[in-house]
Each structure stands twice: as C-alpha cells, then as structure tokens.
C-alpha cells in the first residue's frame, strides 16, 4: 500500500555561473507492506488476520529547475530515484554544477547513479559501480548511502554494505562500512 501524498525533502538552492538560480528538492513518501498472520479461534479454525507495517520511505525523484533573478520559472526538469528504500530522510543526492550543465547523483545498490542536465534537457544518464576488494563480491543488501562534495571534482562516498562472496569460505557474507572518493571528469 503505497501513501497517496508525497513530501518535498530539504530543498537546495544555489546560484549558477550564468546567473540562474537552481532549485532542487527531493520527492519521499511513506512506503507500507501488507502482511497476513493467521489466527486461529477456540474451536482451531483459521481465519487471517491482515496489517500495515512502515517499510520506510520510498525516494521517488529529484527535481530541479532554474529561475531568474526576478523570480520566474526558466526551465524544470527531473531526476529520477530508482529503487531506493530507507528509514531516513536526510537529503540522498547532491547536485554540482560542471561549466553549463547540472550533474544530480546519489549511491545506491553498489553504484553511483548520475544524470547530467542542459535546463530541460538530459544529456546523460549513467551508473558506475563502486569498488570492493574481490571482483566476485555482491551487494546484497546497503544503507545510509551518501555522496557529498570534498574538494574540487572531488566526492566523497560513504555507507554500510552487506557483501556476499560464495568463493571466500570464511568470510562469504560481510558487513562493511566503505568510504570511497571519486572523481566526477
């Protein structure tokens, strides 16, 4: 069962170099899971007993658009967030400016997910896969995934990972916490 209401998440504001002013805020709702628990009454007969259960908050899309000086609406655009669910509703995104276009990105899965922007239009949608030690791991499960701005082109990438690698005996099923810096080129 999915809320019908969505909710705008801490909204970012910044200048660019041309001037335009860009707008970008994150789009959540709640997320619930039915689940089903059968009871029995004094006589043994079943009968099912059904319930909501707060799975967390499901990251729906990023939005962003430019507006002048005066207050008027140049361009919007969108950024969509693929598959994420958690129980936080700190801002998962960040959003940079690289000479004239706007590049959203946020972690999720084992990846980092970026779209770059010309106002309306997307250039460029694309996922690159974070390291691990081994090439045979798996990400089986993360969480409290971030992306934020170090220096320069510079970002910091930061989480906890649930990793699984049948070829490694003792150790096929980690919990780690990685901290990776990227390079956005």
Do not use: C
């Not at 999915?2 to 910044?14: D, G, I, T």
């Not at 590049?103 to 922007?117: D, K």
């Not at 089986?140 to 992306?147: G, M, R, S, T, V």
């Not at 970002?155 to 980690?174: A, C, M, P």
């Amino acid at each position: 069962m999915v809320s019908a209401s969505f909710n705008l998440n801490k909204p970012k504001v910044f200048r660019a170099n041309n001037g335009v002013y860009i707008f970008s805020v994150e789009v959540y709702q709640p997320y619930y899971k039915t689940e089903t628990r059968m009871d029995y009454d004094f006589y043994g007969r079943p009968y099912p007993y059904t319930y909501n259960v707060f799975s967390g908050y499901d990251f729906y899309d990023a939005i962003i658009a430019g507006i002048s000086n005066d207050g008027v609406l140049l361009w919007s655009n969108d950024f969509p967030i693929n598959d994420l669910l958690t129980y936080s509703t700190n801002r998962i995104s960040t959003i940079f400016e690289d000479e004239s276009l706007i590049t959203l990105a946020y972690v999720n899965n084992g990846n980092v997910v970026s779209q770059t922007i010309d106002g309306p239009a997307d250039i460029d949608r694309s996922e690159m896969k974070i390291g691990t030690n081994f090439p045979q791991d798996r990400i089986a499960q993360d969480e409290n995934n971030h992306i934020v701005s170090w220096y320069g082109d510079y970002f910091l990438i930061y989480g906890y990972e649930k990793v699984k690698n049948r070829t490694l005996d003792d150790q096929s099923t980690r919990a780690i916490f990685y901290a990776n810096k990227i390079a956005y080129k």
